[in-house]
């Protein structure tokens, strides 16, 4: 398959190539039915063995305990901006936020548009996380949750570890699910969009304490109810039914790579690839994240030639067969975005790429 480029989108982004070449071998005729699963009910035997799968094998990979739902809900994990909140702040007005980018602002200000509650900011800064001393001296014990972004993907910010909080601890994984073992039992709900480490937009993971599913505002719309997606077995509507199978087939990918522990390594092992590149540059390159909080997931960075040049570095990577590297639009840049599909030899191409250039150009 030479023809496939090193693709550092940020998402939708790469997916494994065996999972591809899977789906494709089952476009026609999945598995001797006779259609293709996104041709086929929901509601029939062959969906239903999937989605059951797919549920299993997220449950084994994380370690997922009987008393947490999973929940496959239609759509961006923007919705979930909304549904937190109209789902877990009813009896208790107060919520909180731990703000490190746009990803878990965007996530504040549509808890604070939604009026039903009072919205409480605890830090703000894009370049760190708080320390466990700053997130001690502020959270609230009667609020409802505390709230962050486990791994913000325009600034490259990642949590290395879990806010400690006497409150169920909510995480926005978009972009950083199962790049990585985590201990489930330390929040009270984990959610992911798919595009990004697990499969094609429409479908979103959520991973939530069964406790905290409980009624919510009258007015909160059925679908966005947890307690509706967990009675109806994700199913109260049609789900995503092609997204959901093909991360059942990603799920069973990460496990044929060892599981988490393998594929966390291996992605420890890219992204020092191009941090140690970077560091080794004398300055032409750059990131603006602080070293302790490195996201391994997506790396944003830039060169002292300045942003009119931008493109000039982009095209001398695309020589090399590696696209999509433009930083996010609001902060310009380099993003290189190495999820887990991303192959080593991708990592590979970049890094040369970076080291020729800068040669070619200090
Ligand atoms: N959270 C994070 C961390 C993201 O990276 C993104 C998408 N880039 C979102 C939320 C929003 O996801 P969606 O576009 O699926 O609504």
């Known amino acids: 398959m030479s023809d496939r480029v090193f693709n550092f989108s940020a998402g939708p982004a790469v997916l494994p190539l065996e999972v591809l070449k899977e789906a494709q071998s089952n476009f026609l005729n999945h598995q001797g039915t006779g259609a293709n699963i996104m041709e086929q009910s929901h509601r029939g035997p062959v969906f239903d063995k999937i989605i059951q799968e797919a549920e299993a094998d997220l449950r084994t990979l994380i370690g997922i305990p009987d008393d947490y739902a999973v929940l496959f809900v239609s759509g961006g994990a923007s919705f979930q901006f909304s549904a937190i909140p109209l789902n877990l702040c009813k009896d208790n007005k107060k919520v909180q936020y ?17 009026g ?10 894009t370049k760190r996380v708080p320390t466990a001393e700053e997130i001690k001296a502020k959270v609230d014990p009667e609020a409802a949750y ?38 489930i039992k330390k929040y009270g709900m984990v ?24 009624e919510t505002f009258p007015f909160c719309p059925n679908l966005l109810r947890y307690s509706v997606l967990e009675a109806n077995r994700s199913m109260k509507n049609t789900p995503p039914t092609y997204a959901i199978y ?28 191009i941090y140690d590149t970077i560091a080794q540059s004398n300055g032409f390159w750059n990131v603006p994240a602080e070293e302790t909080c490195r996201s391994m997931m997506n790396i944003p960075f830039t060169n002292t030639l300045g942003q009119d040049r931008a493109k000039e570095f982009m095209a001398f990577a695309k020589e090399r067969n590696c696209v ?8 310009g840049g380099f993003r290189a975005s190495i999820y887990n599909s991303m192959p080593v030899e991708g990592v590979e191409a970049l890094v040369q790429a970076m080291k020729d250039y800068q040669q070619a150009n200090q």
């Open 246 to 273: 093909i991360a059942g087939l990603v799920f069973k990918w990460i496990m044929s790579k060892g599981g988490l522990p393998g594929i966390g390594e291996l992605n420890r092992t890219k992204a020092m690839m």
């Open 146 to 183: 505390l709230y962050y972004c486990d791994n913000e993907t325009i600034q490259g910010v990642e949590f290395q570890e879990v806010p400690e909080a006497p409150i169920p601890v909510i995480a926005d994984m978009s972009s950083n699910f199962l790049s990585r073992p985590i201990d």
């Open 324 to 331: 999509t590297l433009a930083g996010h639009r609001s902060i």
């Open 191 to 214: 959610y992911a969009c798919a595009q990004k480490n697990f499969g094609p937009a429409g479908l979103t993971v959520v991973v939530i304490r069964k406790d905290l599913i409980k």
């Open 98 to 114: 731990i703000q490190t980018g746009t990803w878990s602002k965007t996530a504040a200000e549509e808890a604070k548009r939604l």
């Open 116 to 125: 039903i509650c009072d919205v409480d900011v605890i830090f703000n800064d």
